[in-house]
T-cell receptor, first 113, second 111 residues
Framework: DTAVSQTPKYLVTQMGNDKSIKCEQN?????MYWYKQDSKKFLKIMFS???????INETVPNRFSPKSPDKAHLNLHINSLELGDSAVYFC????????????FGAGTRLSVL | SQQGEEDPQALSIQEGENATMNCSYK?????LQWYRQNSGRGLVHLIL?????REKHSGRLRVTLDTSKKSSSLLITASRAADTASYFC???????????FGAGTRLTVKP
């Protein structure tokens, strides 16, 4: 069974649309993350979230919002998509006590046309 | 600003050879980690070295950390074709818990 799973794997959409990427982990972790990997392969954290605290990277536009229906899920909603949003988005999870070791999903490649 | 920067950006070797990748960072850290990313997959945690450690081993992996030079190296001995992947260093700065990744080294091991 996949520990951290993201859907969809690929997402192609038009500028201005609103889209969501789903993430689920079955590891029993209490902290989840979203990262963006740009075309130069830099991986930048966007959000970290546990059931008490959402930490937002201040450089992330407010068009991006994480939604957590429960501890095992952290979905990423993106409004009014822009060309520059094209990237690979990774979800990850860890225990709150050991954020140093994170488990990653396989990524969602988003292409905005 | 990006914390870790890997060097070289790409490395191609023959199976059986050793591969060395380097990572430099800018600020004081709590720990440094290395991850592997196979093509089209998520990152997989390989090894963590704390700021008070100088060397760590895990199987064919050897990681060193020089905090005075703000650098780390990952050595893969007796490489295999299956080691072909991108390798990222990630640092956890001393004053917060956010991991910061570099752009990675793309390693190709030719059979």
């Amino acid at each position: 069974d996949t520990a951290v799973s993201q859907t969809p794997k690929y997402l192609v959409t038009q500028m201005g649309n609103d889209k969501s990427i789903k993430c689920e982990q079955n590891l029993g972790h209490d902290t989840m993350y979203w990262y963006k990997q740009d075309s130069k392969k830099f991986l930048k954290i966007m959000f970290s979230y546990n059931n008490k605290e959402l930490i937002i990277n201040e450089t992330v536009p407010n068009r991006f919002s994480p939604k957590s229906p429960d501890k095992a899920h952290l979905n990423l909603h993106i409004n009014s998509l822009e060309l520059g949003d094209s990237a690979v988005y990774f979800c990850a999870s860890s225990t709150r006590d050991n954020k140093n070791i994170q488990y990653f999903g396989a990524g969602t490649r988003l292409s905005v046309l | 600003s990006q914390q870790g920067e890997e060097d070289p950006q790409a490395l191609s070797i023959q199976e059986g050879e050793n591969a060395t990748m380097n990572c430099s960072y800018k600020t004081s850290i709590n720990n440094l980690q290395w991850y592997r990313q196979n093509s089209g997959r998520g990152l997989v945690h390989l090894i963590l070295i704390r700021s008070n450690e100088r060397e760590k081993h895990s199987g064919r992996l050897r990681v060193t950390l020089d905090t005075s030079k703000k650098s780390s190296s990952l050595l893969i001995t007796a490489s295999r074709a299956a080691d072909t992947a991108s390798y990222f260093c990630a640092t956890v700065p001393y004053n917060n818990n956010d991991m910061r990744f570099g752009a990675g080294t793309r390693l190709t091991v030719k059979p």
